[in-house]
């Protein structure tokens, strides 16, 4: 069974720094068997947006345009680990984060931000940026 597991969450001010980390593990799968990791949010009331993916055989990256410039995705294979770095930390950056894993190269091209395109997902961790 494939476990995603988010930490980093809490809450910090407006322009203020976070950095999210997940950890993938089990189902037998490496984590380079994973085409593709990404990190979604979902603000109360609001759809889940896909916030930034990576690449995971090549390291290359996607962002959604409301987090370009201030948050960087990025890998450490050897620790199975995908991590979010967010800087200047916006009120409407607050919203629950989930990363999630995707077994399919659709995530590679046109669906690299879509939920659909992603197989497996972690509980999530709550960001909460107060201004």
């Known amino acids: 069974q494939v476990q995603l597991v988010e930490s980093g969450g809490g809450s910090v001010q407006a322009g203020g720094s976070r950095r999210l980390s997940c950890v993938v593990s089990?189902?037998?799968?490496?984590?380079?068997?994973?085409?593709?990791m990404g990190w979604f949010r979902q603000a109360p009331g609001k759809e889940l947006e896909g916030v930034a993916r990576?690449?995971?055989?090549?390291?290359?990256?996607v962002y959604a345009d409301s987090v370009k410039g201030r948050f960087t995705i990025s890998q450490d294979i050897s620790k199975n680990t995908t991590y979010l770095q967010m800087n200047s930390l916006k009120a409407e950056d607050t919203a629950m984060y989930y990363c999630?894993?995707?077994?399919?190269?659709?995530?590679?091209?046109?669906?690299?931000?879509?939920?659909?395109?992603?197989?497996?997902w972690g509980q999530g961790t709550q960001v909460t940026v107060s201004s």
């Open positions: 089990g189902g037998g799968y490496t984590y380079s068997s994973f085409f593709c």
């Open positions: 999630a894993a995707s077994l399919s190269a659709r995530c590679t091209v046109v669906a690299a931000l879509s939920p659909s395109g992603y197989n497996y």
């Open positions: 990576i690449y995971t055989r090549s390291g290359t990256t």
